[in-house]
């Protein structure tokens, strides 16, 4: 399946890909790793999870908020989400910046936050702003040069993952109470908020509480075949504007 509509749309899509096992089976097809992605699912909207990822927490509230059409919280959630290196929230609030929604438009500035989003090299992000570059006048180019410095320096990877690591650690040791984690065996179990039952050794997976497993299980998500590997993304147009071409795959 193909997603070929508005990129605020589509990157909305994008951002609710792991919110819901559903949603991750419906993009990319039944496969091998469904059964993964729908435990990751489970574990990652347990309040305790929560607790531990100001990132996701703060995402979900403004993907709900952005659902509720309220953009203007939308819009400080995702900001909020961004202070903890969530690249999704970076690129959902550059684009917020970009429509205008929940507050003025600032081209410039959202550049400079879709730029950011795409500091890994996530594949999705970076078609984003290429996008949004070719667009910017010559004028508004040296702006967003301008204001992007300001954006890494408070947002950035350097300051954020840190600042993440730093809340993962402590929810992990106020709850298990050990430096080496928790685990009293296969057979006990948490309820998660759909009344599903999992096994307590597995919330406490290294891939949800190790910074570095848990960056690389982001990158897995974002660059997931079948995932950002299939989206094609659109040129931004204004709403009555000619219809789009297609561009091609930037994961091809």
């Known amino acids: 399946m193909h997603l070929t509509r508005y990129p605020g749309i589509l990157l909305l899509l994008a951002l609710a890909f792991y919110n ?4 991750a089976q419906a993009l990319s097809g ?3 790793r469904d059964g993964q992605r729908l435990v990751d699912d489970e574990i990652s909207s347990t309040e305790g999870f929560l607790n531990g990822h100001p990132d996701q927490r703060w995402r979900r509230m403004g993907l709900s908020a952005y659902d509720r059409k309220v953009f203007g919280f939308a819009r400080e959630y995702f900001r909020r989400a961004a202070r903890y290196a969530d690249k999704a929230s970076q690129a959902m609030y550059a684009q917020m910046l970009w429509d205008g929604q929940g507050g003025a438009v600032d081209r410039p500035l959202a550049y400079a936050w879709m730029d950011l989003a795409a500091e890994r090299g996530y594949r999705s992000f970076v078609a984003f702003r290429e996008s949004y570059w070719s667009q910017l006048s010559p004028v508004e180019r040296e702006q967003a040069v301008s204001v992007g410095q300001a954006v890494y320096d408070q947002y950035g990877d350097a300051v954020a993952q840190p600042r ?5 650690r402590r929810e992990r040791l106020k709850t298990t109470g050990s430096h080496t984690g928790f685990d009293r065996g296969a057979s006990v ?3 998660t908020s759909t009344g599903q039952r999992i096994r307590v050794h597995r919330f406490w997976d290294a891939r949800y509480w190790q910074p570095e497993e848990y960056w690389d299980w982001q990158a897995e998500v974002w660059e997931a075949p079948g995932h950002s590997g299939r989206v094609e993304v659109l040129p931004l147009l204004p709403t009555d504007g000619p219809a789009p071409r297609k561009a ?5």
Do not use: I
């Open 20 to 23: 819901a096992g559903t949603s």
């Open 30 to 32: 039944p496969g091998p």
């Open 164 to 168: 993440l690591e730093s809340v993962m």
């Open 189 to 191: 179990y948490m309820a």
């Open 248 to 252: 091609r795959d930037p994961a091809k």
